[in-house]
């Protein structure tokens, strides 16, 4: 924490300003009122009793992450002035890891609090690589009541898609996001805005996440266009931050699909024996007739990327694997001899319908070897 601390104050430190752009200080001064701190559920077990909010009204909605704070009965804001409002949950979209709050309650409302147009945010178009972006929170509780929340000031290190897990939890939102350069990502700092060099809202500060590939930690943040894919009961459908905004109260979580809980997808693929940690996910044999088989996947392949994601190791592909379910295509790059050879793998259920062994979508076996 000590550390990360440190890097906070070193960033804001070298700041430097373009000619007829506004200083950082302006900067600051026209967004932080448009943040909130929170303050619910939490306190235990290392989870932090408090985070950040972007407002996004006049009238006082609220973004933030759909994380433990919100869970309790109890939920508190603290304005840029000072002032403390009760907090109530008006919708929640897991897929997203997003929830949209009020603030305020019948005796106290709101017509003229400053905030962000989230809707000229979402037409404004992703940034790329390089771009300068600030990151406003409540990062390790630094400020309450009418103090200042924290600002940091990084880049856009990429665009893409998420996989993270907290603990041994995986994050629901998988979606592209934002990763900067930046440790923007501590606690208290959830829901927070990341912006552009000028204050635009970009997107909104993530959770403290590992990359589940490489167990490192990542600094991103959901961007306001954030849509993600979802199964439900009549197939796949989309669905956005925006649209929770739009529907407010009436917004109803996206439906959940029934999930197979015995029967695994079947590929055919048979990997080589996982004996380190590292081991690479080269093929050792493709059964006649199965999905890879028609797919034209061949025995000694070694797969590269699954759907754009790189996977050094066996354990890497059985994590990514284990995502996806009989039906999906499955955009597989694989390593033969010198060239690299895309191909789309359609898995099936596993035959006969019994239990696996493992939970190892890609082989009908635990490491490989022949039936």
């Keep these: 924490m000590i550390l990360r601390f440190l890097s906070l104050v070193l960033v804001v430190g070298v700041v430097s300003n373009l000619p007829g752009q506004e200083s950082l200080s302006q900067v600051f001064n026209k967004t932080y009122p448009k943040l909130v701190k929170l303050y619910g559920a939490g306190g235990i077990r290392g989870l932090a009793g408090y985070g950040t909010g972007v407002v996004i009204s006049a009238d006082g909605l609220v973004l933030t992450v759909n994380n433990h704070l919100i869970e309790g009965g109890d939920l508190v804001a603290h304005l840029h002035d000072g002032t403390r409002v009760p907090v109530k949950v008006l919708a929640r979209e897991p897929e997203l890891d997003t929830a949209l709050l009020k ?4 005796k106290q409302t709101f017509d003229d609090l400053p905030f962000f147009d989230i809707e000229e945010a979402y037409k404004k178009p992703i940034l790329g690589p390089g771009a300068a972006v600030l990151a406003f929170s409540n990062a390790f509780q630094i400020a309450t009541r009418e103090e200042p929340v924290t600002i940091m000031q990084g880049n856009i ?4 898609r998420l996989y993270g897990r907290i603990g ?7 979606g592209n996001v934002y990763v900067v350069d930046a440790i923007t990502n501590n606690p208290g700092a959830a829901g927070g805005a990341l912006t552009d060099r000028n204050g635009q809202l970009l997107g909104f500060v993530g959770r403290e996440v590992r990359n589940e590939l490489t167990n490192t930690w990542v600094n991103y943040a959901i961007p306001v266009q954030a849509q ?4 439900g009961p009549n197939g ?3 669905i956005g931050i925006l649209e929770m905004v739009r529907k407010k109260e009436s917004y109803r979580p996206a439906p959940k699909a029934d999930k197979p809980v015995d029967v695994e997808p079947y590929t055919g693929i048979l990997l080589v024996s996982n004996l380190i940690d590292r081991t690479p996910p080269f093929i050792e044999e493709v059964i006649p007739g199965s999905p890879a088989a028609i797919a034209g996947i061949k025995a000694d392949d070694l797969i ?5 994601i790189p996977v050094p190791s066996i354990n890497t592909l059985r994590e990514l694997m284990f995502r996806y379910k009989a039906g999906d295509k499955i955009r597989l790059d694989v390593r033969r001899r010198d060239q690299l050879v895309g191909v789309d793998l359609i898995p099936l259920k596993a035959p006969g319908g019994s239990k696996p062994v493992s939970p190892l979508p890609i ?4 490491t490989g070897g022949r039936p």
Excluded: K, Q, T
Aim: charged share 15%; no cysteine.
């Design 103 to 106: 603030l305020g309650s019948a």
């Design 157 to 160: 290190a990429s665009f893409g």
């Design 168 to 174: 041994i939890f995986d994050i629901p939102f998988s």
């Design 228 to 231: 993600v894919d979802v199964r």
């Design 236 to 238: 796949m459908s989309r």
């Design 304 to 308: 590269v990327y699954v759907d754009g």
């Design 363 to 366: 082989s009908p076996l635990p």
